[in-house]
């Protein structure tokens, strides 16, 4: 047999052409990651389905509509803010590369401002945050009132 070097992962190795111990290894650990991640994809959804079986629920989805005595357009001014205060932090933090190291608190500054969004709008409009968030349940219910 032929002899050949070849590289598997970080480590090269000198051997015959054919399998090695090594990939065999590698086939046999993947295949039974492969395994147990089925395993528990399909125990996981037989697990979520009859818990949701078995707790009681109304019909109703819950939608998000404003307050009281909130008109229609100081709630979407309010989530029109909102969004901005998000997508602002997300751009300076995360995606902005001239930030230097700001980026390492991206993750804080953006809980932080989901947060505070939450607790100013909340009342208000819901806090929602995502338009796409407040029309889709309104959309599945057939309920505008409020948009």
């Given amino acids: 047999m032929k002899k050949r070097r070849r590289r598997v992962g970080e480590a090269e190795i000198d051997g015959e052409e054919g399998s090695t ?58 989530e029109i803010i909102i969004t901005f205060a998000l997508v602002y932090t997300v751009y300076a933090t995360a995606i902005d590369s001239n930030n230097g190291t700001l980026g390492t608190i991206a993750p804080l500054a953006i809980r932080l401002i989901v947060g505070a969004n939450i607790l100013a709008a909340g009342p208000f409009s819901g806090g929602s945050m995502n338009p796409g968030r407040s029309f889709g349940p309104s959309l599945a219910v057939g309920n505008f009132s409020g948009h």
């Fill in 21 to 78: 111990t090594l990939e065999m290894a590698v086939d046999e650990v993947s295949i039974f990651i492969g395994v147990a991640s089925l395993t528990v994809s399909v125990w996981w959804f037989i697990n979520k389905f009859t818990y949701l079986e078995a707790v009681p629920t109304s019909n109703a989805i819950p939608i998000h509509s404003v307050a009281v005595r909130v008109g229609s357009t100081q709630g979407v001014v309010m």
